[in-house]
């Protein structure tokens, strides 16, 4: 019998992040930006068991990505993964609960049937970073958000992948005109901040004319985008460089709150 891999955004925004990558019977979380309570019952909406999940990687410290993983970790039993700054942030910030089984993933680490590889990103954390996991059928998802610019190494991992979730933040204008102070539109438009629509865009145009076909915007502003722009600044984008939707390509927003919502990759 063929087990699928699967995507599940169960979170993705300013509220909170966490996705469920793997087979309905083995998988991970990808960052646990939520009350416990919620990720629970975001599993349990989309079919998946948290017995079933073999342990969480956090990409950063900032709360909207790390804020259950203190609880969770501690009720399954789950060993977190993180870079070495980011797990350093974690047990400064407390927000990891003392006896947890932390493990540093430097490049990649082999976890049941799966293989999980660490790209660095540049943002405004300790030591922030995405990660790609790779099935055992070989296809493989990459989740990449939180970075001011994108890097090359992200960029080859992305090229690589069957299914990519790419950040589309914000909107230039709805953020430079918003209500935000200075200097926090000064950081999320640094290359250590977020990235636009726009950037975004850019990026997969050539990603589909690379050979990835399966897309999803991930980590939407709440203030300073709406999904409709996000999702036609990319199509308007991949329309100019000859590509036409799900013909040439399937792309999705993550949603905010949980829906029952996964993409086979």
Known sequence: MIVLAR???LFSGSKGNSYYIGTLNEGVLIDAGRSCKQIENAMEANGLKM???????ITHEHTDHCSAVKVL?????????????TLRALECGNKIALGTDTILIETEIAI??????????????????CFRVTATDGKSALIATDMGVM??????????SDFVVLESNHDIEMLKTGMYPY??????????GHLSNDAC???????????????????????????????????????????????????????????VHSVIF
């Open 201 to 259: 865009a850019k990026e997969l145009a050539e990603l589909v004319k690379g050979g990835t076909l399966r897309l999803m915007l991930g980590h939407l502003s709440e203030q300073n985008n709406t999904p409709r722009l996000a999702f036609s600044t990319s199509v308007s984008a991949l329309e100019n460089a000859g590509l036409k939707f799900r013909s040439d390509y399937t792309l999705d927003i993550a949603p905010p709150e949980t829906r």
């Open 73 to 85: 970790a501690k009720r399954y039993n789950l060993p977190v993964y993180a870079s070495l700054g």
């Open 151 to 160: 890097l090359p190494e992200i960029r080859t991992a992305a090229h690589r």
């Open 183 to 192: 200097p926090l539109k000064r950081r999320i438009l640094s290359e250590k």
């Open 7 to 9: 995507v599940v955004p």
């Open 112 to 129: 049941g049937n799966m293989l999980i590889q660490r790209y660095d990103t540049p943002h405004d954390a300790a030591e922030s970073c």
């Open 51 to 57: 017995s079933n999940v073999s342990g969480v990687f």
